[in-house]
């Protein structure tokens, strides 16, 4: 990013500060009447030039004001924002929410998805906690048509993994269920690695299901969006950046398909549990989210079990009270995550 005299960075942090208000291009003569700036019109409509060279602003017409770029937002959320906490009163009131659903896992990911939509003003997203590391706890294989078997996967936490196997020849359902109990045996407990080990000893059938069995396990230790809870979608679809649908359809594609949710968050996200992320504009990666910004976090216990959440606004999202709800809200998840899978 170019660099900003301070007079230019008080420009430019109001001009932000302006348009995320009010979403209409921001003058030097609004500035100059709303701001006690100690120079003219003149002057900031000079500095403002300067801003619009320098890629930080955008004039959408000649007689218009301005408006922040990206690259004004990047520059804003990593040097000019306040970091503020939400106010106390709203801490508590979210906090006592949580102590309350604290015995039901799937009550917290509801809560979270409308708590952070509700606060943050935003649509929201929250993935069901993942373990890093899977292990093998029970195996199911189901005889379906001629020689294709349906494998459903236990893994240990819950996850169920299925996947469809062809077989060289057809076995009948009793042959596969011996097989199931025989690999179930040898392998319960087992991460992905330990389970592969078990293929040269194992006769021709089980060592076609245990070396799927290792391939389904290590993919389930990527990341996963399995289980997604979504709020305050109207949030979004109400601001005026996606008046028109084919604006709002490509930026919620990001919350509403698994896959390309599963495949952002792999790239996108930090392994670090606690840490914030601000995406905007996607980045010049992610064509779907030109128009938005997503503040994103980990939460869970670091090294064994973690889940994302974050939510996802235009970008003239108001980041201060954004990036406060979500780092707090990811807090008392990890908290109570620990409490359950600590030991």
């Given at each position: 990013?170019?660099?900003?005299?301070?007079?230019?960075?008080?420009?430019?942090?109001?001009?932000?500060?302006e348009?995320?208000?009010?979403?209409?291009?921001?003058?030097?003569?609004?500035?100059v009447?709303?701001?006690?700036?100690?120079?003219?019109?003149?002057?900031?409509?000079?500095?403002?030039?300067?801003?619009?060279?320098?890629?930080?602003?955008?004039?959408?017409?000649?007689?218009?004001?301005?408006?922040?770029?990206?690259?004004?937002y990047?520059?804003f959320?990593?040097?000019?924002?306040?970091?503020?906490?939400?106010p106390?009163?709203?801490q508590?009131?979210?906090?006592?929410?949580?102590?309350?659903?604290?015995?039901?896992?799937d009550?917290?990911?509801?809560?979270?998805?409308?708590?952070?939509?509700?606060?943050?003003?935003?649509?929201?997203l929250?993935?069901?906690?993942?373990q890093?590391?899977a292990?093998?706890?029970?195996l199911?294989?189901?005889?379906?048509?001629?020689?294709?078997?349906l494998?459903?996967?236990?893994?240990?936490?819950?996850?169920?993994?299925?996947?469809m196997?062809?077989?060289?020849?057809?076995?009948?359902?009793?042959?596969?269920?011996?097989?199931?109990?025989?690999i179930?045996?040898?392998?319960?407990?087992?991460?992905?690695e330990?389970?592969?080990a078990?293929a040269?000893?194992?006769?021709?059938?089980?060592?076609?299901?245990?070396?799927?069995?290792?391939?389904v396990?290590?993919?389930a230790?990527?990341?996963?969006?399995?289980?997604?809870?979504?709020?305050?979608?109207?949030?979004?679809l109400a601001?005026?950046?996606?008046?028109?649908?084919?604006?709002?359809?490509?930026?919620?594609?990001?919350?509403?398909?698994r896959?390309?949710?599963e495949?952002?968050l792999?790239?996108?996200?930090?392994?670090?549990?606690?840490?914030?992320?601000?995406?905007?504009?996607?980045?010049?990666?992610?064509?779907?989210?030109?128009?938005?910004?997503?503040?994103?976090?980990r939460?869970?216990?670091?090294?064994?079990?973690?889940?994302?959440?974050?939510?996802?606004?235009p970008?003239?999202?108001?980041?201060?009270?954004?990036?406060?709800?979500?780092?707090?809200v990811?807090?008392?998840?990890?908290?109570?995550?620990?409490?359950?899978?600590?030991?």
């Amino acid at each position: 990013m170019e660099p900003l005299t301070e007079r230019q960075e008080t420009i430019l942090g109001l001009i932000v500060r302006e348009y995320i208000d009010t979403a209409t291009p921001v003058s030097s003569k609004a500035l100059v009447e709303k701001y006690n700036l100690g120079v003219s019109s003149a002057t900031v409509r000079n500095e403002m030039s300067v801003l619009t060279d320098k890629g930080y602003l955008r004039q959408p017409h000649t007689s218009a004001g301005r408006e922040p770029s990206e690259v004004a937002y990047r520059y804003f959320v990593q040097r000019l924002i306040v970091d503020t906490d939400l106010p106390m009163a709203e801490q508590r009131t979210i906090s006592h929410q949580f102590y309350q659903a604290r015995q039901d896992i799937d009550e917290w990911m509801r809560l979270a998805a409308s708590v952070l939509a509700q606060h943050a003003r935003g649509a929201s997203l929250v993935t069901a906690p993942h373990q890093l590391q899977a292990r093998f706890k029970h195996l199911e294989l189901i005889s379906t048509q001629g020689r294709l078997v349906l494998l459903v996967l236990v893994l240990s936490g819950g996850e169920i993994r299925q996947q469809m196997l062809t077989l060289a020849e057809p076995v009948p359902q009793e042959g596969l269920t011996e097989a199931a109990n025989h690999i179930h045996a040898l392998c319960k407990g087992l991460d992905s690695e330990g389970v592969a080990a078990q293929a040269p000893h194992l006769p021709m059938l089980e060592q076609e299901v245990v070396r799927l069995v290792a391939d389904v396990m290590r993919r389930a230790e990527a990341f996963s969006a399995t289980e997604v809870f979504r709020d305050g979608l109207t949030n979004v679809l109400a601001e005026p950046e996606f008046a028109t649908s084919e604006s709002a359809r490509q930026a919620l594609r990001v919350l509403e398909e698994r896959t390309y949710l599963e495949e952002f968050l792999a790239k996108v996200l930090a392994p670090t549990v606690g840490g914030i992320q601000v995406v905007i504009g996607g980045e010049n990666s992610w064509q779907e989210l030109k128009d938005c910004s997503m503040v994103l976090a980990r939460y869970g216990v670091a090294g064994y079990v973690t889940g994302a959440m974050g939510v996802l606004g235009p970008q003239r999202m108001a980041y201060g009270r954004v990036i406060s709800t979500v780092r707090l809200v990811a807090g008392l998840m990890s908290d109570m995550m620990y409490e359950i899978y600590a030991e």
